[in-house]
T-cell receptor, first 111, second 114 residues
Framework: GQNIDQPTEMTATEGAIVQINCTYQ??????LFWYQQHAGEAPTFLSY????GLEEKGRFSSFLSRSKGYSYLLLKELQMKDSASYLC????????????FGGGTRVLVKP | DTGVSQDPRHKITKRGQNVTFRCDPI?????LYWYRQTLGQGPEFLTY????????KSRLLSDRFSAERPKGSFSTLEIQRTEQGDSAMYLC????????????FGQGTRLTVV
């Protein structure tokens, strides 16, 4: 089984940087996803890390440390449209690559 | 658009009624997953198919729930004798072969049991 922990809510100012941490305990770990989800909509893919290190994609970056069971999502130059929930999800290879999600971090961007 | 399609988008039903949802995955994606998401929570895994074979079911999936993928293409999720606790967003996702890790999500079906 897997256990995923992430903060419930974070608030930041437009133009600032926010870092969302995620810790996981898992068996058969096969990588970690970050998804963005706006209210009432489906999750949309942001990033996937399977090896240790930082993956940068525009304003969003994601980091993984497999030895520490830790990941973070970094959102830079925050925009109002970034207000959403951010879901951390671990991939369990032994179970058909099913995803185990954390509870999501609601990010509120203020002007 | 060839993304994952779910139907209906919204369903309101009375307690005790049966409901069925449909998911059409991305063409040629052999893995199909069902998740359930309640307000303020992350999605929870329900079941998954590889082609037409249902390979795993979560303990969340009570006997009232059944899922099928008869020809390895679209899938249906049926809930019998619905209860208020079944109210949630039901999300379908698909992944490409040969063991793709990225799951592409549909827009979900929001079920409200009154």
């Amino acid at each position: 089984g897997q256990n995923i922990d992430q903060p419930t809510e974070m608030t930041a100012t437009e133009g600032a940087i926010v870092q969302i941490n995620c810790t996981y305990q898992t068996s058969g770990f096969n990588g970690l996803f970050w998804y963005q989800q706006h209210a009432g909509e489906a999750p949309t893919f942001l990033s996937y890390n399977v090896l240790d290190g930082l993956e940068e994609k525009g304003r969003f970056s994601s980091f993984l440390s497999r030895s520490k069971g830790y990941s973070y999502l970094l959102l830079k130059e925050l925009q109002m449209k970034d207000s959403a929930s951010y879901l951390c999800a671990a991939v369990e290879q032994a179970a058909g690559n099913k995803l185990t999600f954390g509870g999501g971090t609601r990010v509120l961007v203020k002007p | 658009d060839t993304g994952v399609s779910q139907d209906p988008r919204h369903k309101i039903t009375k307690r005790g009624q049966n409901v069925t949802f449909r998911c059409d995955p991305i063409s040629e994606h052999n893995r199909l997953y069902w998740y359930r998401q309640t307000l303020g929570q992350g999605p929870e895994f329900l079941t998954y198919f590889q082609n037409e074979a249902q390979l795993e079911k979560s303990r969340l999936l009570s006997d009232r729930f059944s899922a099928e993928r008869p020809k390895g293409s679209f899938s249906t999720l049926e809930i019998q004798r619905t209860e208020q606790g079944d109210s949630a967003m039901y999300l379908c996702a698909s992944s490409p072969p040969p063991g793709g890790t990225e799951a592409f999500f549909g827009q979900g079906t929001r079920l409200t049991v009154v």
